[in-house]
């Protein structure tokens, strides 16, 4: 699908300072820094303090994407936050940065598309803009899934990390043009990635204390075969929408979620590794918030500039995929 009269005006991200290394993990479970970098890609991850929920790291992402972007609070009209690690089941981590950034005119909700859902949240609220009802948004993907990690899990506990990354959507002024959108779910396969306590299913109890059903489940090689196919997929469904070929991508962001994945994507669409931005060695897997901090990352680096084209690919939990095509 497209929408192109859509465009980012700004970025913003938000990572904690607290800084896990794989030789820490190391004294916490039974692995070593080898075995994750050359499965994972991951050296570093970031980890929130005690007390520091998804709101104050989506809050802190949002100021700097409105800073960015030259508005102020008040003029939001839509908010919507993408997260797993929500503060609670109500009322929303949307409406909680909505009361922490003071945007008193936004409408604020929560999306879950697990680690699609900063792909969910642009295709979302660029149909909201689409149709005039309102005109701008702030989408943020955040996670602390330091909260949920099972840190007596070494198949799981190595590769995720907490942060937050935010843009500003607004109707296009120039060259940025949101040119194509594919998303996707199949709760078929839901049980190979998620997290059975808590809610109604298995409500909170000692027993789901005991049985530490209130962390992160994953079958990690069923979820890597079909994460390298759907993402394969959506992404091409994307570019034929938009009209274009692999060659035209100036640079690709997907999910950081394990570096074997990107490459495989990349080495399906024959591009070169410098069209492929990677920052997943410092961050890890940060769900829905890994596309949002990639590209923020990238634009201030400068690997991103006005009028490039930039493909976006996203695979989660659900399970969900989703894809982008976007002129900046």
Same mark, same amino acid.
């Given at each position: 699908?497209?929408?192109?009269?859509?465009?980012?005006?700004?970025?913003?991200?938000?990572?904690? !300072?607290?800084?896990?290394?794989?030789?820490?993990?190391?004294?916490?479970?039974?692995?070593?820094?080898?075995?994750?970098?050359?499965?994972?890609?991951?050296?570093?991850?970031?980890?929130?303090?005690?007390? !520091?929920?998804?709101?104050?790291?989506?809050?802190?992402?949002?100021?700097?994407?409105?800073?960015?972007?030259?508005?102020?609070?008040?003029?939001?009209?839509?908010?919507?936050?993408?997260?797993?690690?929500?503060?609670?089941?109500?009322?929303?981590?949307?409406?909680?940065?909505?009361?922490?950034?003071?945007?008193?005119?936004?409408?604020?909700?929560?999306?879950?598309?697990?680690?699609?859902?900063?792909?969910?949240?642009?295709?979302?609220?660029?149909?909201?803009?689409?149709?005039?009802?309102?005109?701008?948004?702030?989408?943020?993907?955040?996670?602390?899934?330091?909260?949920?990690?099972?840190?007596?899990?070494?198949?799981?506990?190595?590769?995720?990390?907490?942060?937050?990354?935010?843009?500003?959507?607004?109707?296009?002024?120039?060259?940025?043009?949101?040119?194509?959108?594919?998303?996707?779910?199949?709760?078929?396969?839901?049980?190979?990635?998620?997290?059975?306590?808590?809610?109604?299913?298995?409500?909170?109890?000692?027993?789901?204390?005991?049985?530490?059903?209130?962390?992160?489940?994953?079958?990690?090689?069923?979820?890597?075969?079909?994460?390298?196919?759907?993402?394969?997929?959506?992404?091409?469904?994307?570019?034929?929408?938009?009209?274009?070929?692999?060659?035209?991508?100036?640079?690709?962001?997907?999910?950081?979620?394990?570096?074997?994945?990107?490459?495989?994507?990349?080495?399906?669409?024959?591009?070169?590794?410098?069209?492929?931005?990677?920052?997943? !060695?410092?961050?890890?897997?940060?769900?829905?918030?890994?596309?949002?901090?990639?590209?923020? !990352?990238?634009?201030?680096?400068?690997?991103?500039?006005?009028?490039?084209?930039?493909?976006?690919?996203?695979?989660?939990?659900?399970?969900?995929?989703?894809?982008?095509?976007?002129?900046?």
């Amino acid at each position: 699908m497209s929408v192109a009269h859509i465009e980012i005006k700004s970025t913003g991200v938000y990572v904690p !300072e607290k800084v896990l290394t794989n030789i820490e993990l190391e004294k916490m479970v039974d692995t070593s820094d080898e075995w994750i970098t050359s499965r994972t890609g991951i050296s570093t991850r970031r980890i929130a303090v005690d007390g !520091e929920a998804t709101s104050d790291l989506a809050y802190k992402a949002g100021l700097v994407a409105l800073e960015k972007a030259g508005m102020t609070p008040d003029e939001l009209e839509l908010i919507i936050v993408a997260t797993i690690t929500p503060d609670m089941f109500f009322p929303s981590t949307g409406c909680i940065v909505q009361d922490k950034l003071g945007a008193k005119n936004a409408v604020a909700m929560d999306i879950n598309a697990a680690c699609s859902g900063y792909i969910f949240s642009l295709a979302i609220g660029s149909r909201f803009l689409e149709t005039g009802t309102y005109k701008n948004a702030l989408i943020i993907g955040a996670e602390k899934l330091s909260c949920i990690t099972d840190w007596k899990d070494r198949n799981t506990c190595v590769l995720f990390g907490d942060g937050a990354g935010a843009a500003i959507i607004t109707p296009s002024n120039g060259e940025g043009k949101l040119l194509a959108f594919d998303l996707g779910s199949d709760g078929s396969y839901g049980d190979l990635l998620y997290l059975p306590g808590g809610g109604s299913r298995n409500p909170a109890s000692k027993e789901t204390v005991e049985n530490r059903l209130h962390y992160i489940k994953m079958d990690g090689n069923p979820v890597f075969k079909i994460a390298v196919n759907k993402m394969m997929a959506t992404f091409k469904k994307s570019l034929k929408a938009a009209g274009l070929k692999p060659d035209d991508i100036s640079v690709l962001i997907t999910h950081q979620a394990n570096l074997r994945i990107i490459e495989a994507l990349r080495s399906f669409l024959k591009l070169p590794k410098e069209k492929v931005f990677v920052n997943i !060695e410092k961050y890890g897997n940060t769900s829905a918030a890994s596309i949002g901090i990639a590209l923020h !990352e990238a634009c201030e680096k400068k690997i991103i500039k006005r009028g490039d084209i930039i493909g976006l690919a996203a695979f989660g939990g659900g399970l969900t995929w989703g894809s982008a095509i976007i002129q900046y």
